[in-house]
């Protein structure tokens, strides 16, 4: 039980007076005890009777056996009855029964008692306590029938009972007399305590010599408690005394206190002043004879609150006071004055709350002006509408500085200089928005806290008659917006907190205009390219999802054309990414030049353009934009001083029969476009089914690919060179081949570029390294001569930074020799980058290892790049060996690069050897070595040196012949 519930318990049965407690602790005791004696004597009652009506049944049954017994012998059953009759009248029985023992019987019931009913209860504790009487007739040992005598319980019970409530009456009777006794008795002991409240009125009433009467036949206690409670009193009258001196000394020190503490004033009943202190006249201003003899009422300038009244009750609130030089508020306290005859004066006492007030005042207004910029705030980052939130800005900035009018000027360009252009206006500027002024040129002049209307302002000060201004910047990151000004009718100065006020709300106005700039702009970068100003992809789908449905409902065609300008990643990696940039926003103007009123031209990313053909008449048409654009793109760009060529890719897809809907029809022209690629580059292309087919062979063998390498599907031919000084084998060429499950062999063109598009030349190149390595190490195993392996590297991994690390850690882990490996890169490689490039072959270089450069005369031919790279070789290209020796233009250019290789100390190899007669015009030239069909094709690892060792054909023989 908690302690609050034990309070509540205590005040609902616990008695406040002491007469109730000593009576209620009477009274519980008085009924504790009745209850416990009553209990015992009800107890003794109810077993004693039940005992002495057992008894006195067993005593009757006796008295009746010996009759019944001699009336059964004769079978005399009438005197049977009647005897059993006479017993049950006035005995604590309510049947008898005679049951004879052939089988008759006799049972007589008696009549009903007339006493009250007991409870139930009360009647099964009596019911539990008696039981039937039967008595055996037996006669000369012989048995005749039983006596069955059963108790009236319930007459018993009643009989019981009654006596019960009777006891109890006769009990509660006795316990009230004595608690009415008790009640009589403890009243008039305590009645002699009543004398104490005629003391207390003696005492208020000012008798100081007052004392509790004493009363003989009081109890002692009390006696004692009277006598103390004088003793008391004596005592207080002493001490009230030496208080009341001590009061008074006080009381004239306060006075002095508080005339220089306190304004303090003396009225008279009619309200006049009479007596002022030197503080009334200090911070008033007034003199003395301006002031008294007036009424308090005159000095006070009335406000919302009423003013004091003559009266009895003492008055507190604020007033506002009419000093000489300015108006003061004060805190004042009207205290009444009483004499006999009522109300004579009153002492009012007035406190300069003016400092507080102001304070007050300027915290609220300082509040004000945060809940109207943090509700600007608010405002500012919900809502869609800029001039909303310019309207919402103009009306805190007057609000918060109480001035009847704002406006925002925003900063616009002018035929001569610049102009500010109200863009929003509150109060009497509300209708000025247009409202133009000139603005000088240069950074907006700061106003000097002491103008009141800035030169600026003028115009607006005639036009709408204000006559004092305040004025900030709205600085955005990029440039100033505009002005933000708030004047006034009045002459008034603003002040600094007014100035800080206006910049935080210029402030949330910069901020929500750049974040409306930088909205605008990602919306339209979401939908535009950032360098070309053309729509971007998405712009583009749901542009072309239109354009669709235009068609289908005007049952027409429509079209989408994908642009991709050839090779203009060499644009970006040979003269930069800004170069390439510049390219694209020229290629963008030839294309919008060449499209046709109503088509979409678009950028899709990198070098590739798409543009929609929203009606489509008929093929021609668009093989004449195609040309157009093929021919406008082919064109030269003249950038940074030199003429760029690029050409233009183009794939072509129709609606309805290539596409149903924008995302089929963009796939179908992007296909068509790298079919145009396949085709040789700078033409266009329509899509087709078979294009479709070519895809999805390709993407089938790109995942083919995937898993080529897992399942050990690669494998290595070489093909040897032929050293033309010594007629021997000088080295191999390791080539790349595809063992296909279900095709065999596949054709290298056919799956390195898809080994670079995918990336997966990485990988793949990496295990031709480690794959070399091994099988020169298993040559030199098995005893035969071990010559040079040249390895083609590709593109791809010559941007990688690591390769020459790579390569390192196989070679290391192989065991075999560095400078047993040659690296083949063509041309084109070395000028993607050329600064990395020197870096990694220097590296390569380093190592050990050969380099060589492949396929030359068939790219850039830069000699400034042969004498750049760390090279060992050049391979002249097949196409300068085909038709040797018979075109005198492909000899010359041979002897020329040979005689060119060797003054740079390079070895020269030929290519493409097909035939005695190139190999004995190449000897002639001075090449080195030559490489073909003609020397052998490439072989397995296991017939390279088989071949070597076996008869060399008639013509070769001839050859070397030639050649020793």
């Known amino acids: 039980m908690t302690s609050s519930s034990l309070r509540l318990l205590k005040r609902v049965f616990m008695p406040r007076s002491l007469m109730g407690r000593v009576f209620g602790v009477f009274a519980v005791t008085l009924l504790l005890l009745l209850a416990a004696g009553l209990g015992m004597v009800y107890r003794y009652q109810y077993l004693q009777h039940i005992e002495e009506t057992q008894d006195n049944a067993l005593m009757l049954v006796e008295a009746v056996i010996q009759p019944i017994e001699e009336s059964v012998v004769i079978g005399d059953y009438d005197t049977v009855k009647r005897t059993l009759g006479k017993m049950i009248v006035k005995s604590p029985f309510n049947r008898a029964q005679f049951l004879e023992v052939g089988g008759g019987a006799i049972s007589l019931e008696a009549q009903d008692s007339q006493y009250p009913a007991p409870p ?20 000369g040992g012989k048995d005749y029938g039983v006596i069955r005598l059963s108790f009236d319980v319930t007459r018993l019970a009643a009989q019981l009972w009654q006596l019960i409530i009777e006891t109890a009456a006769v009990a509660s009777v006795l316990a009230s007399a004595s608690l009415l006794m008790m009640r009589v008795l403890l009243r008039r002991w305590l009645d ?72 303090v004033s003396e009225i008279d009943g009619d309200g006049r002043i009479t007596v002022v202190n030197e503080q009334f006249i200090a911070n008033s201003g007034l003199s003395r004879a301006e002031i008294v003899g007036q009424p308090l009422a005159h000095l006070t300038i009335p406000g919302p609150a009423p003013l004091w009244m003559p009266g009895p009750d003492v008055w507190k609130g604020d007033v506002t006071i009419a000093g000489r030089d300015r108006t003061l508020q004060w805190h004042r306290t009207i205290v009444p004055m009483f004499d006999a005859g009522g109300t004579a004066r009153y002492i009012c006492i007035d406190i300069d709350i003016t400092e507080r007030k102001t304070f007050e005042r300027t915290i609220l207004a300082t509040a004000r002006r945060e809940n109207l910029i943090a509700e600007l705030g608010r405002v500012a980052l919900t809502a869609t509408d800029l001039h909303h939130v310019f309207q919402e800005a103009v009306q805190a900035a007057a609000g918060g500085l109480d001035a009847t009018s704002a406006a925002l000027f925003s900063l616009e360009p002018a035929p001569i200089g610049r102009s500010l252009v109200i863009r929003a206006g509150s109060g009497t500027l509300a209708l000025a928005t247009g409202f133009v002024l000139d603005c000088p040129l240069g950074p907006m002049p700061q106003q000097a806290p002491a103008d009141l209307l800035r030169p600026l302002f003028a115009p607006v000060g005639a036009a709408y008659q204000v006559r004092s201004s305040v004025d900030t910047c709205v600085i955005c990151t990029e440039s100033p917006f505009g002005v933000l000004g708030v004047f006034s009718d009045d002459a008034r100065q603003f002040g600094p907190d007014d100035r800080n006020f206006l910049r935080s709300i210029a402030h949330i106005l910069a901020t929500t205009i750049e974040r409306h700039t930088a909205q605008q702009r990602l919306t339209y970068l979401a939908q535009y390219d950032a360098l070309t100003d053309l729509p ?85 048409d668009i093989d004449v934009l195609c040309t157009c654009i093929i021919d406008a793109l082919a064109a030269p760009f003249l950038l940074q001083g030199q003429q760029l060529f690029v050409s233009a890719s183009i794939g072509v897809a129709r609606y309805p029969q290539d596409g149903a809907n924008a995302e089929v029809l963009l796939k179908s022209a992007d296909t068509a476009m790298y079919a145009a690629k396949h085709n040789g580059r700078g033409n266009f292309q329509f899509f087709s089914a078979a294009m479709h087919d070519a895809t999805t062979q390709r ?13 050990r599907e690669f494998l290595l031919h070489y093909q040897p060179k032929l050293d033309l000084a010594t007629g021997n084998t000088s080295g191999f060429e390791a080539l790349l081949r595809w063992n296909h499950p279900q095709r065999g062999l596949v054709p290298p063109l056919e799956f390195i570029s898809v080994l670079e598009d995918t990336g997966l030349i990485i990988a793949v190149g990496e295990w031709v390294v480690a794959e070399v390595c091994r099988q020169l190490g298993a040559w030199h195993a098995d005893g035969f001569p071990v010559v040079p392996v040249a390895i083609n590297l590709s593109a791809r991994q010559l941007e990688q930074g690591d390769l020459a690390a790579t390569i390192e850690d196989i070679v290391t882990a192989s065991g075999i020799a560095p400078t047993l490996l040659e690296f083949e890169l063509t041309e084109s490689m070395l000028m993607v980058n050329p600064d990395a490039a020197v870096e990694i072959l220097g590296r390569i270089k380093a190592l050990g290892m050969r380099l060589s450069i492949d396929d030359f005369g068939t790219g850039y031919s830069s000699l400034a790049y042969l004498k750049r790279f760390p090279l060992d070789a050049l391979k002249i290209d097949r196409t300068f060996v085909r038709d040797l020796p018979h075109d005198s233009d492909d000899a ?29 015009e190449l000897k002639r030239f001075g090449c080195d070595e030559i490489q073909g069909y003609y020397v052998d094709r490439p072989l397995g690892p296991a017939h390279c040196f088989v071949a070597a060792q076996s008869a060399l054909p008639a013509d070769l023989q001839r050859a070397a012949m030639l050649v020793l």
């Open 892 to 920: 010359a250019i041979t002897r020329a690069v040979i005689n060119l290789a060797h003054s740079l100390n390079l070895t020269v190899v030929a290519e493409g050897v097909e035939n005695l007669e190139q190999l004995c």
């Open 699 to 711: 993407n089938k063998l790109e995942a083919e690919l995937h898993q080529a390498l897992e399942r």
């Open 192 to 263: 002699r305590l009543g004398g104490l409240r005629a003391f207390e009125h003696d005492v208020a009433a000012g008798l100081v010599t007052a004392e509790a009467p004493l009363h003989d036949d009081a109890p002692l206690e009390i006696q004692e408690a009277i006598l103390a409670v004088n003793r008391g009193t004596a005592s207080l009258r002493v001490q009230y005394g030496e208080r009341i001196e001590l009061l008074m000394n006080s009381l004239v020190q306060h006075k002095s206190a508080m005339d220089q503490a306190a304004i």
């Open 120 to 139: 139930d209860w009360f009647t099964a504790l009596i019911v539990e306590r008696f039981y039937d009487v039967n008595r055996v007739i037996t006669v």
């Open 536 to 620: 971007n992809r998405r712009y583009l789908s749901e542009s072309l999802d239109l354009a669709i449905g235009a068609a289908a409902a005007q049952t027409r065609r429509a079209g989408v054309m994908f642009i991709d300008l050839d090779h203009f990643k060499k644009v970006n990696d040979m003269l930069g990414h800004g170069v390439g940039d510049q390219l694209l926003v020229l290629a963008t103007k030839r294309l919008q030049g060449c499209a046709r009123p109503g088509d979409l031209v678009a950028r899709l990313g990198g070098d590739e353009f798409a543009l929609i053909l929203p009606d489509i008449v008929a093929d021609d």
